[in-house]
């Protein structure tokens, strides 16, 4: 077997909590990655006929969860309580390989939580938010949570209607509605690793990749790590012209007629309803 330590999905999904940690998003234990694995890139790595241990799943109920959808898929995931700032210098310890067991019920350790740890206590929301993005994009692998602080301030003082928050940030840079056309969907504050908040996060994920978590945060769904990164980022930047801009006298903006030729150049369909 090769050393795991050296594969590249694991290498990378290192590098992306570390830039994360260093933008200042992922104070304390905030945030939390998952990473559809295929079984094709983890042979070489790990016997997958040994599980280490089983582990429950946390904070859902039994009725009103069922990821029977997932059942077999492996997943790359940050432990509940590490720190971002950690995951790069200890893999072993503050992230694991985890695949979802029969029925979707429960999962088996492949890989990691050596000191015996377990899953973020989002996973809930996560492994829904797969579940939707992989109904909507078979290609979807990554679902990505943090608290990026410019759009975290955003939702303090800018109305929380979806159509609105979206039109803002489409407003504050010219690639904006291009990265997302499929604009943002916000929830309002919620209780956080709750089974209503994931069910309320994955019904909005059907029709965006990019869910705001007011007054807390963000989730981003996307193909691959960098992707995915990079909606946040984007989304972030966009929230940074908005509380570095919302406060003085608008002089310029992008209009509308500018934002529908931006699509139809880079021939992206935007959502509907957005544009007047
Ligand atoms: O994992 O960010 O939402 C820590 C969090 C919870
Ligand atoms: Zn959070």
């Known amino acids: 077997m090769k050393n795991i330590l050296e594969a590249k999905f694991l290498k990378e999904f290192c590098a992306t909590a570390s830039n994360m940690y260093r933008l200042g998003w992922d104070e304390r234990n905030g945030g939390n990655i998952s990473y559809l694995l295929k079984e094709e890139e983890l042979k070489d790595y790990l016997d997958l006929d040994h599980v280490e241990r089983k582990i429950p799943f946390m904070g859902v109920k039994e009725t009103a969860f069922d990821a029977s959808f997932l059942e077999g898929k492996i997943f790359l995931v940050t432990g509940t309580g590490r720190y971002f700032k950690n995951v790069e210098g200890d893999p072993e310890n503050n992230l694991g ?63 929380l209607d979806s159509a609105k928050f979206t039109h803002t940030l489409w407003e504050m840079s010219t690639e904006c509605v291009v990265v997302f056309p499929d604009g943002v969907e916000v929830l309002p504050w919620m209780l956080c690793g709750t089974n209503e908040i994931g069910v309320a996060t994955s019904q909005k994920m059907m029709q965006s990749r990019v869910v705001i978590w007011s007054m807390h945060g963000i989730y981003g769904a996307g193909r691959t790590l960098d992707e995915t990164f990079g909606f946040i980022v984007t989304v972030e930047e966009a929230a940074q012209i908005y509380m570095l801009t919302s406060h003085l006298p608008r002089k310029n903006t992008i209009t509308d007629a500018q934002l529908k030729e931006l699509a139809d150049f880079f021939g992206v369909q935007v959502k509907e309803g957005i544009i007047g």
Not at 127 to 142: C, F, G, I, Q, Y
């Open 97 to 159: 390989i985890v695949r979802i067991g029969k029925g979707g019920k429960d999962l088996d350790l492949l890989w990691g939580f050596a000191d015996g740890g377990r899953p973020t206590s989002e996973f809930p929301a996560h492994m829904m938010s797969h579940m939707a993005r992989l109904k909507t994009d078979p290609e979807n692998r990554v679902v990505m949570h943090t608290h990026p602080t410019n759009l975290l301030a955003m939702t303090y003082v800018h109305e």
